[in-house]
Structures are given as structure tokens and as C-alpha cells.
């Protein structure tokens, strides 16, 4: 049977229409509208948060004037909801009942600023922990329903599968919400603290929520290497992450977090490399509004201004504190990400400067909120004054801030001499791919054995530790300098590294911010110029086109070199956003043929035979870019709206600008034609499936050219012929599967070997 994916024409759209408001945009307060068809919506979500915490329909979610239809909703969270409050948090899930998403996201997560006077603890300090970790996006919504303004809300970037796979590069790993089944409090006596329950995974199941199919048996692990083999804790979780949220929280007294009473509010995701990954979650009460440590009072915002730095450092039910830290050279890392939050953050009041920011962004909506708790002359105060009474009494931001930096000033762990690093710099500026090279940094206050180098060749690694040397033949010059070397093999296009070193006090990093951020070293290799290497058409929903390996219906972008050679795809990189070029890489060896196609699955499907990215395009719109690691960008397009079924293809083929048309995959954009359909309605391609021989006939048209290709996209095959309506075509050579035939360049038939 011929499949027809080549019509004619059926419309042009040139400039294709702008992107919709970024979802998490801190500049823009989004505009959220529930529209429920019953009057009682609020009775019914108040029934489902008390029985099954199901969603209910509503009719639909306008998101900044984007309508989805037929969105579940349900209130959410623990102590912030209750039956009798107007104002309570929502999660709105955009694809419970259908496929539908808003610039990617299908999960949002609205709270309703129940014990933050100020409206600025969740953002800001969303914005202090993203420089040092990932963790989620974070704004403002005023949020409506059937018409009627509820209010002023946070919206925090759900803790998904999208999250993690952005940030750890997989999302089919072991994956948990750290919180008790059923919420934490009083009555609670099962916390997610890291503590090893033994191998019997029931003893775990109350205390974490795992939103994997799969995963027990790891967490188990996880907490036996946390308890019983420390030294091997760096194999099974990213240590450096951990130590970052545990300075975090404690600087921020942050309480309502692992190192508060209740051991809650992270999550913890396993990457590919078999390493736990923690990110913290749920900030409204950051800032001293939760009081309770489990251990000692913090009845005072003087209190909390002087709550020690090392925490539960020696208490057993505090685990992932009190082992980390009993390792010298962990404590003395905790130190160093410690001093850089708060020098970073707090000793030059650059958080006041971000706070008020907010707060010109907001005035208006926290004045106009109807069901605030506090009243508007509370939130312009608490920022910098206590607002007291009751158990979550908040401190004034500005308050607890200074005097905590310079309680902690008066410390001998913040006042003692870190290690100085300057002058970190590769002996080459510019290496061969697989040539060693040394990497030197000038190190003062250090111990002998106490300089590192961390190391790595990709972004979905974990760095390698090496000591440095001043010895003089670790290209580090002359012996007893102060300058140490150590080398490392420029293995990939780049490599990533930082320097850490120690003395018996306290650490330092370089940069400040390592492991999260790093040195990038680039190596010299050839690159595509511009032009010769395209976009040629992709299409952002295929509900029913063309199915890859697997028969699933993805979105896909083929590519199209432009040149007369073969090109290399080595060291190159497509992605979806300017933020992150070295998104998803080209396997090593991957060519394409002079004028030749190659179609990318974005099906974020990995782990399927084939070219498949690790992201997906979005329909309502956004970029495309292949670049190299070193920033050089040969292809940046931008695609607005798309339709079902329909590619966005360039005209002329391969230089042209694009328009929406019948998809012509892995074929000559302009083959949509009159003479081209004409070509199909006399074509017989048989038998089909196949074992060996298949016969092509055109009795009205000639067969000049054909071209097989595998589900990737991959030309495997192609041969040309001359004065002939009927040819053979033996495929017994080929595995069994299915394959796409091009015939003339301008219809395309799947083809079955069986």
C-alpha cells in the first residue's frame, strides 16, 4: 500500500506568529483563569482534597489568553489548606484528560502565600538556590476562577519527570518526593530523614512518596551506604548537591526542610550515573517562619538569627547531616559553599536589592488580593520587620538576615583563613581532542595533598577528583611555588573542571559556585560552516504522519546538508533553548550524505534504537538551534504556532524560508505538485511486505531515482535508472523492519521487509 505524506500545498504562513509569555517569567505576574462549570467547584475540590486528592475537571485553564479545555485541578498542600479558607493552593494538571501543554509544561503548582507576610520568600529564595543547584522556576499569578479574583499566588516549577530529565538528563530512574504519605505533623511519626530501616522496603513506604515505577530497592541502598559505608556515599549520591542544600536550608533557616522537625520537602531523583540527586522544594517558609528544629527552641527571631551552623551535626536522626559532616574534608566542603551563600547573598545585601524588586512587580496585585492573610501594611513591613503572633511568627527578612551574617561572623568556622586560588589557567588555551593537557592554579593557605582538580567530559557525568601538585612535573614550574598542576585528557570537543582546595579548617572553591558551575575548556576541531548544514522541515505534533521504530507517532526534524561533501556530525549539538546549547549530542561517527536528509526523533526516548533528542518540540512554538560546544551556532530557527500533522518546511528545499505544508519526510520539500500527485495515482509498489524482490511500476511516468531509508532518517540505499516505467529492487540483504522508499524524490512509501 502507497503512503501518501505528499499532497499539494494546502496553505502558506510566512512569520509565523511570537511565543506566548514565558510561564516563569519574575518580570510578569501570569494570568490564570479556572472556569469550573458547577458553582459548587469549591465544595467539590474540598470533597476530593478529604477522601482521594483526585482532580476534578474543569472546563477549562486560560493561561495569559492561551484556553486548554477540559484540565483537572485539585487543591494541594498540607498546612497551607483547609476546608474554610477561600484562598487555598492549586495544582492544575493540563494533560490529565488530554495532551496538552503550555510551552512544555503540563504540571502547574500555585500556593497560596499562607504564612509569608512579605510575598517573598518562595521566589526569593528560588533565585538565592538556583545559583547554586538546580531547583525549580518561580513568579507570581493572580489566579481567577469562573471570573471572580481568588488572588495573588506563587508559582513554583513542578519537581516532574520534564524537571529532571532537563536537569539529570533521564526521567525512567528511581524518583521520590521526600514527604510522609499523607503529609507531615504533630501525629506524624514516619519522616523521609535518610535513616536505614533494613531491606524490607515496607518499612520505608509511609515516609516517601516514589513517583517511579521502579525504585525501592535503590533508596535502601542509599540509606545503607549513608549509614554503614560512608566512604563509598559518592557513588550512589551526588555529595556536593547534598552539601549545597544542606548549607542552603540552614543559612536561610529553612526549616521546614530536611533539617527541620519533620525531614521533609526535597527530592531525590537517581541520574544514569547510579547517583541520588536531591532538589529542595516548597520555600514559603524559608526565613525563619518555621520554628521547629526538632532538637532545640527557636522561639525568637534572636534565636533564629543564632541557630548554630552545624545543625544536627551530631544527631542520629538527622543522618544525611551528621554523617556528611563527621568526614573532614565534606565538613570543610560545607563550610565553603556556606561562606559563599552568605557572602555572595547576604554580606552585600544583594538579596535586598532582589527583594525589592519584587516587590515593585507585585505592590499592586498583594493591594488588590481580596483573601490575603495579612493585611497590605504587613506585607510592605515584613521585609524588613517582624510580624509576630502565633507559632509561625515572620521575622522581618532584613532583620534575620544581617543579624544571622553577623552572628555568624563571630564564628571561628567563618572567620578562619580559607585557601586563596588564583591564576586557574589550561598550559594550552586551545588542545587537540585526546591530547593531555595540564591544568595549573595558584594556591596559598593550603595543606600539602589538599589542592584538587574536579574534571569532566560531559555535562551527564559526575567530575573526577585528582590532587594537584607543586611538585614540579605536573606542568606546575618550579617546585614549592604555590602553583599546582595536574593534567587531564581533552577526551571530548570540551571539557568541564573546577579547583578545590583545603587547609585543616576550611575549603574553597574556584569557582565559588562548583560543581554547579565550572571552567569549560575547548578543544580545536572542525566545524560546518553555516548554510551547509540546515533545518530542513520538522514537524512539533504527529498525531498520525509517520511512527518510528517503535510505531510510536513523534515529533520529529530532518536535517539537510546543503554541500556537495560528506559531513561530519562529530562534536555537534541540537538543542531547543539558547541557555543550554549542548543539549542533546550527535553520536560519535554520524555523517550525512551530500545533499542528503537525516531525521532526529524528539521524543525525548533515549533509550530506543536510533537518533532520538532528549527534549521535544513544542506546538505552540520555540527554537531550534545546532551549535558546538564552544558556541559557535550554524542554525538558530525560530517556529511559531504549529498544526497537527503538517511539517514546517523550507521553500526552496534547504535555503528557503518556511512554510506549513503536507510533510515530505526525508524528501525534497518542493515535490508538492500537481505532476506529484499524478506520479502516485499510477504507481504500483508490490508486493508489500516483502522477503526479498519488490516490483515498481509507473505507467504513465518514468523512475529515475531511488533512495531507501531506515526509521532514523538514515539514507541506506539509493540507485538511479534511465528510460524505464518498471524496475526490481532486492532487499533480502536488509534486516527485517520497516523501511521508507523514495521514489523520484517526491513520494515516499513505506516499505516492509517481513
Known amino acids: ?100 501543554n503550555y510551552q512544555g509544561y503540563t504540571d502547574i503548582k500555585l500556593s497560596n502565600v499562607y504564612f509569608d507576610p512579605s510575598f517573598l520568600r518562595e521566589p526569593l529564595s528560588y533565585a538565592i538556590l538556583r545559583q547554586y543547584m538546580d531547583a525549580p522556576l518561580c513568579n507570581y499569578a493572580n489566579v481567577y476562577v469562573n471570573g471572580t479574583l481568588i488572588g495573588l499566588y506563587t508559582s513554583a516549577e513542578s519537581i516532574s519527570k520534564r524537571f529532571v530529565d532537563e536537569h539529570f538528563y533521564s526521567n525512567n530512574n528511581a524518583f521520590f518526593k521526600c514527604n510522609p504519605i499523607g503529609g507531615a505533623g504533630p501525629g506524624s511519626s514516619s519522616y523521609p530523614n ?228 588564583t591564576s586557574v589557567a589550561p598550559a594550552i588555551a586551545e588542545p587537540l581532542i585526546n591530547s593531555d593537557v595540564f591544568i595549573t592554579a595558584n594556591v596559598v593557605n593550603t595543606n600539602t595533598n589538599g589542592v584538587y582538580l574536579g574534571y569532566r567530559s560531559d555535562k551527564e557525568l559526575p567530575f573526577t577528583k585528582v590532587l594537584m601538585y607543586d611538585d614540579g612535573a605536573h606542568g606546575d614550574g618550579a617546585a614549592n611555588d604555590n602553583v599546582y598542576g595536574a593534567a587531564m585528557n581533552m577526551s571530548k570537543a570540551f571539557m568541564q573542571y573546577y579547583i578545590y582546595a583545603e587547609n585543616n579548617n576550611v575549603g574553597k572553591f574556584s569557582p565559588v559556585r562548583a560543581e554547579h558551575e565550572f571552567y569549560t575548556l575547548h578543544a580545536v576541531y572542525p566545524t560546518i560552516n553555516p548554510g551547509d548544514l540546515v533545518v530542513n522541515e520538522l514537524m512539533a505534533q504527529n498525531t498520525m504522519t509517520i511512527a518510528d521504530q517503535d510505531g510510536e507517532f513523534e515529533d520529529w526534524i530532518e536535517l539537510y546538508n546543503n554541500t556537495d561533501t560528506t559531513l561530519s556530525l562529530d562534536n555537534l549539538y541540537m538543542t531547543d533553548t539558547d541557555t543550554n546549547l549542548i543539549k542533546w549530542a550527535f553520536p560519535s561517527g554520524l555523517t550525512i550524505e551530500p545533499h542528503g536528509y537525516l531525521t532526529i526523533w524528539a521524543d525525548e526516548d533515549g533509550s530506543q534504537v536510533g537518533l532520538h533528542a532528549n527534549f521535544k518540540l513544542s506546538s505552540a512554538g520555540e527554537s531550534l538551534i545546532l551549535a558546538y560546544a564552544n558556541g559557535t551556532i550554524i542554525e538558530n530557527i525560530s517556529f511559531g504556532a504549529q498544526t497537527a500533522d503538517m511539517g514546517y518546511a523550507r521553500i526552496p528545499n534547504g535555503t528557503g524560508n518556511f512554510v506549513i505544508q503536507v510533510s515530505t519526510f526525508n524528501a525534497n520539500n518542493e515535490t508538492l505538485s500537481v505532476s506529484s500527485e499524478a506520479f502516485q495515482q499510477n504507481l504500483s509498489v508490490y508486493p508489500n511486505p516483502t522477503q526479498n524482490v519488490v516490483y515498481i511500476q509507473n505507467k504513465n511516468h518514468q523512475i529515475n531515482r531511488l533512495e531507501l531509508y531506515n526509521l532514523q532518517g538514515q539514507l541506506i540505499d539509493q540507485k538511479e535508472f534511465t528510460n524505464t516505467q518498471a524496475v526490481s529492487y532486492d532487499v533480502s540483504s536488509y534486516p527485517k523492519g520497516v523501511y521508507l522508499l523514495t521514489i523520484n524524490r517526491n513520494t515516499t512509501v513505506k516499505l516492509i521487509r517481513n
Request: glycine residues 4%; without cysteine; charged residues 15%.
Open 194 to 421: 535518610l535513616a536505614y530501616l533494613g531491606t524490607n522496603i515496607t518499612s520505608y513506604q509511609t515516609a516517601y512518596e516514589m513517583n517511579s515505577t521502579t525504585g525501592w530497592e535503590d533508596l535502601v541502598t542509599l540509606t545503607n551506604t549513608l549509614a554503614n559505608d560512608i566512604n563509598n556515599i559518592e557513588s550512589v549520591l551526588d555529595v556536593d548537591r547534598a552539601l549545597w542544600m544542606l548549607a542552603f536550608d540552614n543559612a536561610l533557616v529553612n526549616l521546614d526542610s530536611y533539617i527541620g522537625t519533620f525531614k521533609q520537602n526535597y527530592y531525590l531523583y537517581k541520574d544514569d550515573n547510579g547517583r541520588f540527586n536531591p532538589v529542595v522544594w516548597d520555600l514559603n517558609m524559608s526565613f525563619g517562619v518555621f520554628s521547629q528544629t526538632g532538637t532545640i527552641a527557636l522561639n525568637t527571631t534572636t534565636a533564629k538569627k543564632q541557630m548554630t551552623h552545624l545543625l544536627h551535626a551530631s544527631d542520629a536522626a538527622w543522618p544525611l547531616v551528621q554523617k556528611l559532616l563527621a568526614v573532614p574534608k565534606y565538613k570543610r566542603m560545607y563550610l565553603a559553599h556556606y561562606k559563599t551563600i552568605m557572602e555572595e547573598n547576604f554580606a552585600n545585601n544583594s538579596y535586598l536589592t532582589t527583594a525589592q524588586s519584587y516587590q515593585t512587580i507585585i505592590n499592586a496585585a498583594v493591594q488588590a488580593d481580596p483573601n490575603k492573610q495579612y493585611t497590605y501594611a504587613q506585607y510592605q513591613s515584613n521585609l524588613n520587620t517582624d510580624i509576630t503572633g502565633g507559632m509561625n511568627a515572620a521575622p522581618g527578612i532584613t532583620n534575620l538576615m544581617s543579624g544571622r551574617n553577623t552572628y555568624l561572623n563571630t564564628l571561628a568556622d567563618f572567620t578562619n583563613v580559607q585557601p586563596t586560588i
Open 1 to 100: 500500500m502507497i503512503q501518501k505524506n505528499i499532497y499539494t500545498v494546502l496553505f502558506l504562513l510566512m512569520g509565523i506568529g511570537g511565543f506566548a509569555q514565558d510561564l516563569y517569567d519574575i518580570n510578569a505576574i501570569q494570568d490564570i483563569r479556572i472556569v469550573f462549570a458547577e458553582s459548587n467547584w469549591d465544595a467539590l475540590l474540598d470533597a476530593q482534597a478529604a477522601s482521594t486528592e483526585d482532580y476534578i475537571p474543569a472546563q477549562s485553564v486560560t493561561i495569559n489568553g492561551t484556553v486548554f479545555n477540559n484540565v483537572g485541578v485539585k487543591y494541594k498542600g498540607n498546612s497551607t489548606y483547609s476546608a474554610n479558607r477561600v484562598k487555598n493552593p492549586f495544582h492544575i494538571e493540563l494533560d490529565t484528560y488530554q495532551s496538552q
